[in-house]
T-cell receptor, first 111, second 115 residues
Framework: QKEVEQNSGPLSVPEGAIASLNCTYS??????FFWYRQYSGKSPELIMS????GDKEDGRFTAQLNKASQYVSLLIRDSQPSDSATYLC???????????FGQGTELSVKP | DGGITQSPKYLFRKEGQNVTLSCEQN?????MYWYRQDPGQGLRLIYY???????QKGDIAEGYSVSREKKESFPLTVTSAQKNPTAFYLC??????????????FGEGSWLTVV
């Protein structure tokens, strides 16, 4: 089992819809979780971090964490064509300092 | 400006050659990381360092080497033992030794191509 798993997509949604991105992880002791956005040929940029069970909202983005199910998700409301990118889930493992990324989900928002 | 500087941005390597990618940060961060990204794939951890003069292997360390002689510098050498080195290489840093909730910051990346 991979340490961090995401559906590779592509995920296609119409403009204005909600995009839902999912991530599961294997290290039950993990405490810190991150979502990054990466445009083609560019380095990743942080969208959100989440550390506690439940929801965390920032503008159009909501991160959801369920440690019991070892599951973290990202919802993007009112999706825009500019949101089209690859979204990477990252998990800080209990092995100190080791930050592991999933394979990324490609999102396409159609006008 | 504060940040992480990677160089060169583009590098071509002949088979059998060793090449070194530079990564410098002026953020006073303790921890530094090297990731490799292949087309359409996520980031895979090569090496990471939480403190000067110490570093650990990541998931794909074979064929790579690093050093951490200074806090601000974490160069990556791609050796001839790495049989398929063509990829996008990303250097990153974060403030905390233990990681925790500290955000990781990325450089702009280096493209390595074998010719």
């Amino acid at each position: 089992q991979k340490e961090v798993e995401q559906n590779s997509g592509p995920l296609s949604v119409p403009e204005g819809a909600i995009a839902s991105l999912n991530c599961t992880y294997s290290d039950r002791g993990s405490q810190s979780f991150f979502w990054y956005r990466q445009y083609s040929g560019k380095s990743p940029e942080l969208i959100m971090s989440i550390y506690s069970n439940g929801d965390k909202e920032d503008g159009r983005f909501t991160a959801q964490l369920n440690k019991a199910s070892q599951y973290v998700s990202l919802l993007i409301r009112d999706s825009q064509p500019s949101d089209s990118a690859t979204y990477l889930c990252a998990v800080n493992l209990t092995e100190g300092g080791k930050l592991i990324f999933g394979q990324g989900t490609e999102l396409s928002v159609k006008p | 400006d504060g940040g992480i500087t990677q160089s060169p941005k583009y590098l071509f390597r002949k088979e059998g050659q060793n090449v070194t990618l530079s990564c410098e940060q002026n953020l006073n961060h303790d921890a530094m990381y090297w990731y490799r990204q292949d087309p359409g794939q996520g980031l895979r951890l090569i090496y990471y360092s939480q403190i000067v003069n110490d570093f650990q292997k990541g998931d794909i360390a074979e064929g790579y080497s690093v050093s951490r002689e200074k806090k601000e510098s974490f160069p990556l050498t791609v050796t001839s033992a790495q049989k398929n080195p063509t990829a996008f290489y990303l250097c990153a840093s974060r403030p905390s030794k233990g990681g925790g909730g500290n955000t990781i910051y990325f450089g702009e990346g280096s493209w390595l191509t074998v010719v």
